[in-house]
């Protein structure tokens, strides 16, 4: 028996026929990059090179700029040309440096072989999770909080297990998948050097039924580690949401407002814990991901490994250029991705697909009556009630959306997929949070 | 190149419409109704016609003439409305009477309120009530089935099991004999309304419609739990009359009248039931003693159009009670 979240949940259909077993195929290298300096939760890094300094690929180019704030390494080698703003992949203006790319030279310290390094170094819990702060890693699951601030419980909390998300609930993505078929063994050593960063002796990769490969491949490598473990998980969306894998995982439900390490669960992405295994094992930081660029009509759907600052463009024509059809674009999935108003803009850590929608599926359909059919309170995975919440918005009811828990909301968009009337319910819950939200912090700070 | 389309996310719909939804309940109630066509013949399916084109037009000229809005008939709503109604008639009913119940149903009890989604009380139901308020002769003289022997206008009429149950429990030990055997009740030949036929057909709509995810089972199951309880601990209290056992009773209780219509397609209609599965479960159990009280005690032999109004009343009540939130319970060791 598959366990899964015992909350809501919807069952969108996967399309990962597309780029399905395209093997990780590394992306060119462009003329120029644009690195933006936010590619993560909080601060943003700070510049550390200057103008017309010629840097190797692998050094450091900006540094974090706080405690949940992640360095940034130059992914190319080549000279740094302007350090100005440019517009990223979420739509926001924000710093980034420009540089030219020459050649292809990297740091003499990176291991850039592609022997797997077995031995675990004899490093401390703390120089693990300092090597992890130092190569810049961060979530690579969507959200990119940094990693190491998770490695660091806050006192008086206690890590027990650490879930591997490997389930990639979005349809249509497979760079995880992927990844997990031929980057298993790295993962299963990544998992075990955070195992020993956090000190825990358990630890369970999440995969939903759709990969039967990768639950093969991970429970064989699994079973050689002592304390390792795979759980196959019923196929469900969001299942790769971070409450709901762990409620599968383990049965624990995280309290509302608090954090995973409160049931005391560590949860990360296999694309994260293989970026943890290239910098503690070959030292190398995090300078590239896989992403998917997928779609009905995309001439080569596949799963590329693209250094962040890479044009889009670039990218994108690999894969077979923008099809004719496209109507539009998404970055990420389609159900928590966002559109993107053109493809000219660099690739950063945030970006773990690149989705083509024909014109015919781009547009919304026309919305009717709320027949209060009440299936948007059973698909919601947080237990709330989206036609209650999107009403209250309409009607600027903060106080009230407070009440009914607005804050649990985590935006997975199951109550807008299943809505028969096709209502945007999760735009107005999302403009309810927003605001909801700044009430409790000017809240906070009046109690301050 | 034309610019991208840009939205806010989800990009992605399961497909699901509110006119898919009506489809699919008026392709669970094609089973029943052709076993209603077999038992009464063309009063059948001229009632029907009626009932339908009657909601149908009065929709229509409402949306144009009166709201003046665009016309909402392709969503099939008005459709199932004028089918519900139809099934909750006899079907010797004078054309004109059911017109006026179309009325009722669609002018009054919908759009009054502002249409589809907005209206308190199930249309279809209002029809019926207002009816057999207004037209307690010929609303309670239930055909008999003969099967296209009938004739529309004046078929043989003969009371139905429920009424022959009420005098029995009553007192009248001579009715007894006119209780149908269960087997007959199941598979439908007894007089009554044209949707009153075949508990069994409508139970597996009914089960065709869970499958299909447009209904839950929360309404359905929870009134036929608490009719089949409270049947039970009526017959072990006493009040049945000597010669019919308790389990013979709660099967009747279960399969006649309005009983099986009424939990899986009228009680589960989204706009006048709950949203919350609890909400839902107490809906069912206030129509379940309802209908058990009105059946036992009332002045009516049959109580699902009230069980299930009276509780259409008590929804925004309901849906106050919120879903279990995610993580509320305490946590378990691994």
């Known amino acids: ?22 093997p990780i195929t590394e992306c060119g290298l462009p003329a120029k990059a644009i690195i933006p300096l936010a590619q993560h939760i909080g601060a943003p890094a700070q510049a550390v090179v200057e103008k017309g300094q010629k840097v190797k690929v692998g050094e450091l180019i900006a540094k974090a700029g706080g405690f949940v704030s992640a360095n940034i ?8 040309t302007k350090i100005d703003t440019t517009i990223d992949a979420w739509g926001m203006k924000m710093p980034a440096i420009f540089m030219d790319v020459e050649g292809d030279e990297w740091l003499e310290s990176i291991d850039r072989s592609t022997t797997l390094v077995k031995e675990l170094c004899n490093l401390e819990p703390k120089a693990i999770i300092e090597k992890v702060q130092e190569a810049g890693i961060v979530g690579l699951g969507g959200a990119c909080f940094p990693t190491h601030v998770k490695l660091m419980p806050p006192p008086g909390k206690v890590a027990e297990v650490l879930i591997v998300n490997g389930v990639e609930c979005e349809p249509y993505l497979t760079c995880d998948h992927q990844l997990m078929l031929e980057k298993g063994e790295e993962i299963i050593i990544g998992i ?29 490598l699994a079973s050689r580690v002592l304390g390792i473990e795979v759980k196959p998980l019923k196929l469900k969306y969001p299942q790769g949401g971070e409450k709901q894998l762990i409620d599968a995982c383990i049965r624990r439900q995280v309290p509302s407002g608090a954090l995973p390490i409160e049931v005391g669960a560590v949860v990360d992405n296999v694309a ?22 997928t779609g009905k009509s995309v001439a080569k759907p596949g799963n590329y490994d693209v250094r962040f600052g890479t044009p889009l ?50 547009m919304r359909q026309e919305l009717t009556n709320c027949v209060r059919c009440g299936k948007c309170v059973n698909a919601c995975p947080m237990g709330l009630e989206p036609w209650l919440l999107s009403k209250q918005a309409w009607h600027s009811m903060w106080e009230e959306m407070e009440d009914h828990n607005i804050m649990d909301c985590i935006e997975c968009g199951c109550c807008q997929f299943t809505c028969p009337s096709h209502l945007p319910l999760l735009d107005y819950v999302r403009m309810g949070k927003a605001k909801v939200g700044g009430i409790i912090r000017a809240r906070q700070a009046a109690n301050k | 190149m034309k610019p991208f389309i840009v939205s806010p996310a989800p990009h992605f719909h399961s497909g699901d419409s509110v006119r898919k939804n009506m489809l699919l309940v008026i392709i669970a109630l094609m089973p029943a109704y052709v076993v209603s066509v077999m038992a009464f013949g063309w009063g059948a399916l001229i009632t029907t016609a009626i009932s339908i084109a009657a909601c149908v037009l009065f929709e229509w000229l409402i949306t144009k003439y009166l709201l003046k809005q665009k016309s909402t008939i392709c969503d099939l709503s008005a459709v199932l409305t004028g089918l519900l109604l139809a099934f909750n008639l006899p079907s010797n009913l004078p054309w004109w009477i059911v017109v006026i119940g179309a009325l009722v149903a669609i002018g009054v009890a919908k759009m009054t309120f502002g249409g589809l989604g907005q209206n308190l009380f199930n249309p279809a139901l209002v029809g019926r009530v207002f009816l057999l308020i207004s037209f307690p002769a010929q609303m309670t003289s239930w055909p ?19 009424d022959a149950m009420k005098l029995a429990v009553q007192g009248n030990g001579a009715m007894l004999d006119k209780i149908p055997q269960a087997w007959d009740i199941l598979i439908g030949w007894m007089g009554g309304s044209l949707g009153e036929v075949s508990a069994l057909l409508l139970l597996a709509g009914g089960v065709f419609l869970v499958i299909t995810r447009v209904i839950t089972w929360h309404i359905p199951v929870s009134i036929m739990a608490t009719v089949a309880l409270f049947a039970a601990v009526t017959g072990w209290a006493g009040v049945l009359p000597e010669g019919m056992c308790t389990c013979d009773y709660t099967m009747l209780s279960l399969c006649t009248g309005g009983m099986m219509l009424g939990a899986w397609f009228m009680a589960t209609d989204y706009v006048t039931s709950p949203m919350s599965n609890m909400g839902k479960i107490i809906f069912g159990i206030g129509i379940g003693v309802i209908v058990m009280v009105i059946r036992t005690w009332g002045a009516y032999p049959e109580g699902m159009s009230f069980a299930i109004l009276i509780m259409n009343a008590c929804v925004p009540l309901l849906n106050m009670i919120r879903p279990k939130r995610f993580g509320e319970k305490k946590k378990s060791s691994i």
């Open chain 1, 73 to 80: 390494h130059s992914p190319f080698s080549g000279t740094i």
């Open chain 2, 144 to 162: 008999v089935p003969q099967g296209f022997a009938t004739s529309y206008v004046d078929a043989a009429t003969g009371a139905t099991p429920l």
């Open chain 1, 272 to 293: 994260t814990i293989y970026a943890v295994y290239e910098a503690v094992q070959k030292n190398k930081p995090l300078i590239s991901r896989v992403m998917t660029v």
């Open chain 1, 313 to 362: 463009t670039d990218v994108v024509a690999m894969a077979g250029g923008v099809p004719e059809n496209t109507g539009k674009v998404i970055c990420g999935g389609p159900m928590m991705g966002r559109a993107m108003n053109s493809i000219d803009m660099p690739a950063n850590k945030r970006v773990s697909g690149l989705l083509f929608l024909p014109e015919a599926e781009s």
């Open chain 1, 192 to 220: 075990q050097l955070l195992m020993r960063a956090l000190n825990i002796h358990k630890a369970i990769i999440g995969i939903e039924a759709n990969k039967p490969d990768a639950i093969e491949k991970m429970s064989t």
């Open chain 1, 1 to 22: 028996m598959k366990s899964t979240f015992r909350i809501g949940g919807v069952h969108p259909h996967d399309n990962k026929q597309y780029s399905v077993h395209q």
